[in-house]
């Protein structure tokens, strides 16, 4: 094996490679380190667990210690016990020959002073290369595709709904049927279930028509729950399915995507110059929806946070309903988010993306067990940015 790539969730393959003398490549598909600290900060915050006691747990898991020894004793790769100092610190970062990060400079989070003093001193390098997109068609589920290029060769717009994968799914508090907790320790606010019924019964508020082929086509993914449209009814023009091709439809042409900004749909609807409306349900995704209003491609709708009971839920997602399709029809009628997304499509065409990624990573196969591969970066920022969003 010349060379080892490996995201951030897999520490496993920046260690393989430390452990047999060759060069590892990083992976981040979030907004860059800062992401990862403000990921883990709100996970900690929901779960009402402090940092230090994390830190704690981990010190003390016996099977922790054990495999932390292991790994010195039998391949002599030293990890710590316990978390590091700079909270969001990953090793496969430090310890990479460089980090492509699937986003632009001008998009990524912050890092906290400790966390860019750390990998300063790590000597890490942060490649910004913007999306990873193939131009591969998937096979699209019902022909979806095909129908949004139909509809586009009539004039009909096209408006793309997905609330994401994570809140239709069934993870406590932020799934389906989990909702946020309370200072008070109790569940309030809207429950997954109720936050994207509310959403998508705007979009259908907005756009639906009584016959299929009027009006714009709305395409809509419901995700994989059996009650997902439990007391709802879509209009005629619209067509929910579990699940849809993205890149694809988006790279057939969408006049507007209703997304809930997680960080891969975030970029992608960049990348194709398409004003969104974010509806954020937590994490990076609320972030994202100030980003998208930072850069005029279009606006965001916060997920309501009502106190506990039937009734405050219903009226919350009545008002989170109106709000969603008040947006929906401010974005798609304004010109100016539409050419705010051009020119960042434009920016983040000119990134490098998988041609540039490609190239670093083989840099890094022919160097081997070599010194690092040099790319141009400054002590400061630990990265190269070949574009900007200065202007859009």
């Not at 800062?34 to 981990?58: F, M, T, W």
């Not at 020959?97 to 890490?124: H, I, N, Q, V």
């Not at 209003?293 to 009545?318: M, Y």
Request: glycine content about 10%; some cysteine.
């Amino acid at each position: 094996m010349s060379s080892s790539a490996c995201p951030l969730c897999c520490p496993e393959g920046s260690a393989v490679a430390e452990a047999i003398g060759r060069p590892s490549v990083a992976l981040i598909t979030l907004a860059g380190p800062g992401a990862i600290s403000l990921s883990l900060e709100e996970s900690l915050a929901a779960e009402k667990v402090s940092y230090q006691e994390l830190d704690l747990l981990r010190r003390t898991f016996l099977a922790n210690i054990a495999a932390v020894r292991q790994l010195k004793e039998e391949f002599g790769v030293r990890r710590e016990a316990g978390l590091p100092f700079a909270i969001g610190h990953l090793d496969s970062i430090g310890n990479a020959e460089f980090t492509l990060s699937t986003t632009l400079e001008d998009l990524e989070d912050p890092m906290s002073p400790d966390l860019k003093r750390d990998y300063t001193a790590a000597g890490a390098t942060l490649v910004a290369v913007g999306p990873l997109l193939d131009h591969v068609q998937a096979v699209g589920a019902c022909g979806i595709v095909a129908k949004v290029k139909a509809a586009r060769a009539t004039g009909r717009q096209v408006v793309l709904v997905s609330m994401g994968t994570v809140v239709t799914g069934d993870m406590p508090c932020i799934g389906w049927q989990g909702r946020p907790t309370g200072e008070d320790g109790q569940p309030r606010g809207l429950c997954g279930k109720e936050l994207c019924q509310a959403a998508w019964s705007g979009a259908f508020d907005a756009f639906g028509a009584s016959d299929a082929e009027e009006g714009a086509l709305i395409v809509v993914a419901v995700g994989t729950q059996t009650d997902a449209l439990d007391g709802l009814t879509p209009p005629a023009n619209a067509i929910c399915c579990p699940f849809f091709p993205q890149v694809d439809i988006l790279r057939a042409g969408v006049d507007l995507f209703l997304t809930h900004g997680g960080q891969n749909s975030f970029t992608e609807s960049l990348a194709h110059g398409t004003p969104m409306v974010v509806c954020p349900g937590f994490g990076d995704q609320i972030t994202n929806g100030h980003k998208a209003i930072a850069l005029g491609v279009g606006l965001k709708v916060d997920r309501p946070n009502p106190e506990g009971g039937r009734h405050a839920a219903a009226a919350a997602a009545a008002q989170y309903r109106s709000d969603v399709q008040s947006a929906l029809l401010l974005v798609i009628a304004g010109r100016q988010f539409g050419a705010a997304a051009s020119c960042c499509a434009e920016r983040l065409s000119r990134a490098g993306g998988v041609n540039l990624a490609i190239d670093l990573v083989l840099q890094a196969a022919r160097r081997g067990d070599k010194s690092k591969v040099k790319v141009k970066s400054d002590a400061t920022t630990m990265r190269q940015s070949p574009a900007s969003f200065a202007g859009c």
